[in-house]
């Protein structure tokens, strides 16, 4: 197994949840990592990045209230949630570019998701 993401669940409306994706190798050789998310019948969406070239996105659904961080020691990725609402119900993926790449479009689902729910 690639990853291990944990963190989700069922969370009221304003409250925090923070995701962690754990990887089996060293993730400081990764150039570009991120965050997908998916609801039910939508397209899936990029919430948020980050390059070691500098590069930070965050969607402007969650902008102010997403944050993508590592820990490199704990080759571990996280996304902490704050103020979340109903439409930030998801399935949540992590991601990561391969072959160096920097490029958001090269970004590839990392893990097998988990779910966050928001209820209202």
């Known amino acids: 197994v690639p990853v291990v993401e944990s963190g989700g669940g069922l969370v009221q409306t304003g409250g925090s949840l923070t995701l962690s994706c754990a990887a089996s190798e060293i993730i400081s050789v990764i150039n570009l990592m991120g965050w997908y998310r998916q609801a039910p019948g939508k397209e899936r969406q990029l919430v948020a990045a980050f390059g070691r070239d500098g590069l930070t996105f965050a969607d402007a659904s969650v902008s102010g209230r997403f944050t993508i961080s590592e820990n490199v020691a704990k080759k571990t990725l996280y996304l902490q949630m704050n103020n979340l609402k109903p439409e930030d119900t998801a399935t949540y993926f992590c991601?990561?570019?391969?072959?160096?790449?920097?490029?958001?479009?090269?970004?590839?689902?990392w893990g097998q998701g988990i779910l966050v729910t928001v209820s209202s």
């Open positions: 991601a990561r570019s391969r072959d160096g790449s920097y490029y958001l479009r090269d970004l590839e689902i």
